[in-house]
């Protein structure tokens, strides 16, 4: 005897998000182009990417996205360092236009305050004995924003120190010999450039700022104060209870949940579309997205 059973397949997609990337733009390695070819390859659909203090990455994005009709949605981002409290805290843009004036404005002042303050790097260096430290640091940098991750590269390559994480230990980092307070805008600034270049803000790696539990609260509450949309919840280098504690921050504070490898290298950052799940007690950022 035969039962036919009415039954239901549901074929679930499961769509693969990471909204937080870098490329040459800023100090990834991977080109624009490279970049959303590896996301492709690591079937990921939905990238955006979000180079320090800069847009000048997505046009040649976007442009091997239709050239090469790849099947993969490309989000205009960009990560804003700010000042807050003798910090630095990152913010991260989504959905921007990349062409307005206010966030335009911004980024070229947040160039300036880069070059000023990699000269005055390089002249506290050149007190080491390491010299030219600019002009070399700007030979690692294939765009405009010269970071403090060339500077690491050329202190690595010159025999200065045997990897990029004790350049920052001994030289670039908050206790480093040349390290120089940067003049970067407040997170309000951030925010409000985002906002009105149609974006939504999210604090960026928020368990990566070295804050106290008291403190990154503080932080996060200012950020929703100021008009803040979101935060990362899943990002590179974390534990399991640092995802569970930030879902919870993000629903205590009434916060949209992001996530984003903050792919630069293969070194110290996990691969693109590697982050873990978000956990279902969050709202992503992308559920009103319009993603096709
Ligand atoms: P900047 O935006 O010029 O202040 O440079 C900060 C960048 O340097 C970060 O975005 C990272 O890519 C890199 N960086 C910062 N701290 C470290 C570290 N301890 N080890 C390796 N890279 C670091
Ligand atoms: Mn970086
Ligand atoms: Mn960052
Ligand atoms: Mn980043």
Redesign the pocket.
Known sequence: MWYITRFKIIFEKKVIVDLHSHTTAS?GVLTPSALVKRAVENQINVLAITD?DTVKGLAEAKKTIEHENLPIKLICGVEI?TNWKNN?IHIVGLNINIDHAQLLDLLLSQEQA?IQRAQTISAKLAKLNIDNAYEQAKQFAKGDIV???HF?RFLVVGGFVKD??RA??KYL?KSGYAYVP?NWCSIADAINAIHSAGGQAVLAHPTRYDLTATKLKLLISEFKSEGGDAIEVSQSRQMQDDLQRLAKLANEFGLLASQGSDF?DLV?YLDLGKTKPLPDSVIPIWHNWMLN
Do not use: I, L
Request: aromatic share 6%; charged share 35%.
């Open positions: 100090d320090h360092s630095e880069r970071s403090r991750a690491a990029v994480k920052f230990k980092g940067p630069h110290n």
